[in-house]
């Protein structure tokens, strides 16, 4: 993909409406992601989430965590994740790549990376997950999260309502299967599937559980040793 659609085409308000207008199952699927997320969580963890957009995941860390950290590459999303976040003081924003965040190693209890992050931040996976190793502590928590493959009836048709309301450009059919969602206009959606995440994680020195949650997610668990 030639430029960061998150970035240019779906950030801060219009990413927020995609969010706003998913069908009840896609949000029973979003709300057991942070539920799954928070059961993972101490009162006082330093938590960094990666890719915060407008704040939807960080504010409901916030009232669980000591304190939160988020960034993301677009800025236009951190200003409205700044007026998410207002009731809270317990938080920073940071505009940086989650590959080369350039944050102290072993700095954080928790890091988060849900709603098929890994897939969509269009960066190399392996690196993401190096880093994210990198900057948390000796047994704590790192958590991406993917696609469930029998979730994909619910997942297209909630990309087909944004699509319809102007979100996303027409879905491309013939290029879009097996968990990749394609649009005409460059947006590209993958799957990060059990053994896709096992074969990324291989070599480094860490513990990992692969769960399903909801009949809908994938979460890879990863704990640095």
């Known amino acids: 993909m030639g430029y960061d659609y998150y970035q240019e085409k779906l950030a801060a308000e219009?990413?927020?409406h995609c969010y706003d207008i998913a069908p009840?199952?896609?949000?029973?699927?979003?709300?057991a992601e942070i539920e799954h997320v928070l059961e993972k969580i101490h009162p006082q963890s330093l938590i960094l989430e990666l890719g915060c957009g407008y704040g939807r995941v960080l504010a409901r860390l916030a009232q669980h965590a000591g304190f939160v950290v988020g960034i993301d590459t677009s800025y236009a999303s951190l200003l409205l994740c700044r007026e998410t976040m207002k009731v809270f003081s317990n938080y920073a924003l940071l505009s940086m790549n989650a590959i080369h965040t350039g944050l102290r190693d072993q700095s954080f209890d928790t890091v988060v990376c849900i709603q098929n992050g890994i897939s969509a931040f269009h960066v190399d996976q392996r690196e993401l997950i190096r880093e994210s190793i990198r900057i948390t502590k000796s047994g704590g928590t790192i958590l991406f999260s993917s696609y469930a493959d029998k979730f994909w009836p619910e997942r297209l048709k909630w990309f087909q309502i944004q699509v319809h309301a102007g979100l996303?450009?027409?879905i491309d059919l013939?290029?879009?299967r097996d968990g990749v969602i394609v649009s005409k206009?460059?947006?590209i959606a993958r799957t990060v599937r059990p053994h896709d995440f096992k074969a990324l994680?291989?070599?480094?020195d860490v513990e990992t559980?692969?769960?399903e949650v909801d009949a809908s997610s994938v979460f890879c668990e990863i704990k640095p040793h």
């Open 185 to 187: 206009d460059g947006f």
């Open 201 to 204: 994680v291989s070599g480094f």
């Open 209 to 211: 559980t692969i769960t």
């Open 168 to 170: 996303l450009g027409e």
């Open 174 to 176: 013939k290029a879009t």
């Open 14 to 16: 219009k990413l927020k």
């Open 24 to 31: 009840a199952r896609v949000k029973q699927y979003l709300e």
